[in-house]
């Protein structure tokens, strides 16, 4: 199949001809390995033969031994390997020297050594609407950083289509499978997550029928600040299996080293009102088409529950935001204080810059999007945080435009990096 750019390619890059090794993360089968390929002169797969593991015991430096840029494929089945690699950087003092990838953390309690100045991290995640071919990218979050205002769009995204989407995801492998084949492996990753990863990433056996509970706990709770109380009441009213609070600590701990989740931090800002800001962050799979699968439905369910899928397709969204913001040098946040007001994104740069985005699956909540994040900029725009570079409304169905009050309305499947 033929290799398709990814926009962290260009992050790739740039950060290989600025640092002696750069570590790609990211979730299994996210496409993590093809893109290094596309860079690396030479490749060793350390999951693919236990020989490498007594290669390393007694001649460690002959891992590394190839053309560079050396890709080592999941690298984390080595752990040592990452101080081994840091001193090679140290010694051979040029850039572009490896390129390490891996789909899961290694414990805590391996001595790892900082790699400051000499690793560089890109953060890889499954394929965004642009990537996939599914926006054309006519509206880009880099324009939005200029306050350019949204032309008149009228091509609308059918909600059956969106709903597919949701249920196929991101995964490179299925960008050109059917729905339900895309359903039929998305569940397998599932299964294999709960019977054999989350035991196997720390070497602690872990009940699958427990990691079931959990995460269809999770997917019932897409897009919403859920504690671990609220998680185990949940699982307790809907499974046939409680579980305890260390118990979900220690599963949510492994399912973030398994990069099976990503969090959406609150956001951290000054405001004018005796609020008071709510700092839980909203809890996403890392694709959102996990959520479907361990909750086994499909596009019917969906399309029966659009409620539920408002919610899945905000997680959606989010996840497309994270790729081109990180294109951006910026990073995702949500906001919510304790008068109840919500807003799904908040999208800052390191320098302060900032938009807000509301993410409607239909156009019939426009007037309250609209009128919340015009509420969000009076409230905190004053001389220690500065005006919200735009505010944009993002829809799955409806069309695209700028309204009077300035804020723009935008169709998901315009929008790009």
């Not at 990211?26 to 860079?39: H, L, P, R």
């Not at 299925?174 to 709960?194: C, F, G, H, P, T």
């Not at 602690?204 to 995460?215: A, E, G, Q, T, Y």
Request: hydrophobic share 40%; net charge neutral.
């Amino acid at each position: 199949m033929k290799y398709r750019k990814r926009i962290s390619d260009i992050e790739l890059q740039r950060k290989l001809e600025t640092s002696g090794a750069v570590l790609i993360r990211g979730a299994k089968a996210c496409g993590k390995t093809e893109s290094a390929k596309q860079f690396a002169r030479s490749v060793i797969y350390l999951d693919r033969d236990e020989q490498f593991q007594l290669l390393f015991d007694t001649a460690p430096k002959r891992l590394l031994l190839g053309e560079t840029p050396r890709l080592i494929d999941e690298w984390q089945v080595i752990p040592k390997l990452w101080n081994q690699v840091r001193h090679e950087v140290d010694d051979r003092k040029k850039t572009a020297q490896f390129i390490l990838t891996g789909s899961a953390n290694p414990e805590e309690n391996v001595n790892m050594h900082s790699g400051a100045g000499r690793f560089t991290i890109v953060d890889m995640r499954t394929m965004s609407w642009q990537e996939l071919g599914m926006s054309d990218a006519t509206i880009k979050l880099a324009d939005l950083f200029q306050g350019f205002s949204v032309e008149v769009q009228n091509e609308r995204t059918e909600l059956e289509l969106i709903i597919e989407q949701i249920c196929k995801g991101g995964f490179p492998s299925l960008m050109d499978s059917k729905v339900e084949q895309a359903l039929e492996v998305n569940r397998a990753y599932v299964e294999l997550l709960a019977e054999v990863d989350m035991s196997r990433v720390s070497q602690n056996r872990r009940d699958p029928m427990k990691v079931r509970s959990l995460l269809k706990s999770l997917a019932r709770n897409t897009s919403t600040m859920v504690d671990i109380l609220v998680l185990e009441r949940d699982i307790k009213a809907h499974e046939s299996i409680g579980l305890s609070r260390p118990t979900i600590y220690d599963y949510l701990d492994a399912l973030n080293r398994l990069m099976m989740l990503e969090d959406q931090p609150a956001w951290n800002i000054h405001i004018r009102s005796s609020h008071t800001l709510r700092n839980s962050p909203k809890r996403h799979f890392t694709d959102v088409s996990l959520a479907v699968a361990a909750l086994g439905i499909n596009q019917q369910n969906l399309l029966n529950n659009l409620q539920f899928a408002g919610f899945l397709f905000e997680s959606m969204v989010i996840h497309d935001l994270r790729v081109y913001s990180q294109a951006n040098d910026a990073k995702v946040y949500h906001y919510r204080d304790s008068s109840g007001l919500e807003v799904d994104g908040i999208v800052q740069k390191y320098n302060g810059d900032w938009c807000a985005f509301e993410i409607k699956l239909g156009s019939g909540q426009i007037e309250e999007a609209a009128a919340n994040l015009l509420r969000l900029a009076r409230l905190v725009t004053s001389d220690k945080c500065p005006a919200p570079k735009s505010l944009n409304i993002i829809t799955g169905t409806g069309m695209g435009y700028t309204r009077k009050d300035g804020v723009n309305v935008i169709s998901f499947a315009s929008l790009g990096a």
